[in-house]
């Protein structure tokens, strides 16, 4: 990188529309997606903000996700597929995928905005997202945002099962299935500080330990084990 754009406040939009391979053919849409309510209510020249496309945006999404979730998993039912789609569209999501392309260096922001770190503010940086799939979407079509947002809904595949399920609430279930027995954890040791303990916990199924875990506290040490057990299971 020259020293030249080291020194830029933001990415232009054409950068970034080189950038990420969008190749956007209304370039007034990708500038809109990119543009904070602050940005236009300082200019006052009838630039618009992003908030109509991140409507849009929330919505494709929304479909988007849905859709990807009923086919890579298709032994999953209606529930699970539910709870797959309403975390991957939680705001704290949307800001990974938006940190994921570096979407926050192209953000136009008021003055105040950029004096409070607005281009990594969480609340902006998913609006943000959503927005520039709601641009991708009218500029293209739905397919183009499809395949825009598929390989960062991937990269969450093997992830996403892990963070929606409760592995402690999911051994129960399985082992209730399978008659195998109580379910006993045991903390094996404390070690580290007071403030800083790190706990080991093994969990027992009928008598067998099945599975071991660490963590910062007593609960997620046995969500550790649960999730070791699963995984022997």
């Known amino acids: 990188m020259t020293s030249n754009s080291n020194k830029r406040d933001i990415e232009t939009a054409s950068s970034l529309d080189a950038r990420l391979g969008l190749s956007f053919s209304n370039f007034a849409l990708l500038t809109e997606a990119l543009t904070h309510r602050s940005y236009a209510n300082e200019h006052q020249d ?6 109509r496309l991140e409507f849009l945006g929330d919505s494709v999404l929304d479909f988007i996700v849905a859709d990807w979730a009923y086919r890579r998993f298709p032994e999953l039912p209606e529930g699970d597929l539910t709870r797959i789609r309403s975390h991957l569209v939680r705001n704290e999501r949307l800001v990974s995928f938006a940190n994921r392309i570096d979407l926050g260096r192209a953000l136009r922001l008021g003055r105040g905005e ?16 959503e927005a520039l799939l709601g641009a991708i979407y009218l500029d293209a079509n739905l397919e183009k945002a499809r395949n825009f947002v598929l390989p960062l809904l991937d990269e969450k595949r093997e992830s996403v099962l892990e963070e929606i399920f409760d592995p402690k609430s999911t051994l129960q279930e399985k082992v209730q299935a399978l008659k195998m027995g109580p379910i006993i954890y045991r903390v094996v040791n404390a070690s580290g500080p007071d403030h800083a303990k790190t706990y080991e916990v093994e969990v027992e199924i009928n008598g067998v330990v099945m599975g071991r875990g660490s963590g910062s506290s007593k609960a997620a040490a046995e969500q550790e084990a649960a999730r ?3 995984k022997k299971l």
């Open 228 to 230: 070791d057990a699963l």
């Open 114 to 129: 950029k004096l409070s770190s607005g281009s990594v503010r969480e609340s902006v940086l998913g609006s943000a997202f």
């Open 46 to 51: 009838g630039t618009m903000d992003n908030e």
